[in-house]
């Protein structure tokens, strides 16, 4: 593994366990907890608590991942998601929003940093790290996100300097810091966003400051003097302009897309950028893109045991959050990436996780009844075995 070499400050014995833990995450069925560990593993069930309680610098790691592995053109996405967790004494216990039950739940939340892929329409893990707000100041949760992705642009800003979130994150605040932060964020507006025109007619010459917008714009019935045409298709007409936000208080790149469902009805959204010199399509497939952050989250809550930790420690919470995501990454340069683009079928968590689950088991036989699997004898039928169960895409 290049990038766990490259790790400053990491002995050998760490970069064993390591190693160990992701091969572990990739091949445990079932619930992955300190216990499974110990079952599947070579060490004790205390020595992965201990080890679960050291820092590791996921996100110099992972950002060597994706620059090694990627395609070349990034974008940062943003989003947190819900833990489930039980009890009264773990940090950071509340109520989050949970979009798979549309309501808030008792648990715990990580907000989530990933480097989306623009060219192999995936999704790299960088880092996750649990929200955990101080009721006792006057600091909101729209500041502890901020102050995550500000705290790291440094790092962040070496893969891309655009980072692009829900519309949940389309507020004055939050975009503040992002650009205070250097970075410029991609997000939509509510359809009924208040926006106005920019004025651009020539001065009147009269006292007085001069006139900076030309009325409010209508969604439903936009003015296409300001807006210009992008492209049209059979499902969607897509418009762009430069539009001042009164809720962002700042000029914004807008893009006014129509789509036009099966019916025949009419509704449109609106996708915008704070960079006013990216190019219009560029807006809508980067907030396209940001979807693949969410699959990150799913396959880490059914494959990796993303949901499984058990333990109060904010350390260990932190180790075995990332190591879940950071697992997927490992899958994907793995598995999958290593593959032409045109070769490559859909990529599927399940089926990886048969494969290293079959390899595992007969690591296991082949230790125990001491069976060499290199011979010309068992060479065919150790490789039939290893990808026993996995589904033909």
């Not at 990627?70 to 940090?91: E, H, L, M, Q, V």
């Not at 499902?235 to 789509?259: D, M, N, P, Q, W």
């Not at 490992?330 to 290593?338: D, E, G, R």
């Amino acid at each position: 593994m290049n990038a766990l070499n490259e790790m400053p400050k990491i002995n050998q014995c760490r970069k064993v366990f390591l190693s160990e833990v992701f091969v572990l995450l990739l091949s445990i069925k079932g619930r992955i907890n300190f216990l499974q560990l110990y079952r599947y593993g070579k060490c004790c069930e205390q020595r992965y608590r201990q080890q679960f309680e050291k820092p590791f610098d996921f996100l110099e790691f992972n950002k060597s991942l994706t620059l090694s592995s990627g395609g070349g053109r990034y974008a940062i996405a943003f989003d947190p998601s819900y833990i489930n967790k039980s009890g009264k004494k773990t940090p950071g216990l509340g109520y989050f929003w949970s979009g798979c039950a549309g309501k808030a739940k008792w648990g715990l939340e990580i907000a989530g940093l990933a480097a989306i892929d623009i060219e192999n329409h995936t999704a790299f893990h960088l880092e996750a790290v649990q929200t955990v707000t101080d009721s006792n100041t006057d600091s909101t949760l729209t500041d502890w996100y901020a102050n995550v992705i500000s705290s790291r642009k440094e790092v962040l800003c070496t893969i891309s300097n655009i980072l692009v979130a829900d519309a949940w994150f389309s507020k004055k605040k939050f975009t503040d810091q992002i650009i205070s932060a250097g970075m410029h964020l991609i997000s939509r507006l509510r359809d009924d966003a208040d926006l106005m025109y920019l004025y651009k007619g020539k001065p009147t010459g009269n006292k007085g400051r001069p006139r900076k917008y030309a009325g409010k714009i209508d969604h439903n019935n936009i003015d296409e003097n300001y807006f210009s045409l992008v492209k049209q298709d059979e499902g969607s007409t897509i418009f762009c302009a430069e539009v001042y936000s009164k809720s962002l208080k700042r000029t914004i790149k807008l893009l006014h897309v129509v789509y036009t469902n099966p019916k025949g009805k009419e509704i449109h959204k609106l996708y915008f950028s704070t960079d006013l010199s990216i190019g219009a399509l560029d807006i809508l497939e980067y907030y396209k893109a940001r979807f693949q952050i969410e699959f990150l989250y799913r396959d880490g809550k059914q494959h990796t045991g993303l949901n499984d930790c058990q333990t109060r420690s904010e350390n260990k919470l932190h180790f075995h959050f990332n190591a879940s995501l950071t697992a997927i990454n490992i899958a994907k340069v793995t598995h999958w990436l290593s593959i032409p683009k045109e070769q490559r079928k859909a990529f599927s968590m399940n089926d990886i996780k048969t494969l290293n689950h079959n390899g595992l088991l007969l690591q296991r036989f082949f230790d125990v009844f001491a069976i060499s699997p290199h011979s010309a004898k068992n060479k065919r039928r150790v490789n039939e075995l290893l990808y026993y169960g996995t589904i033909a895409a």
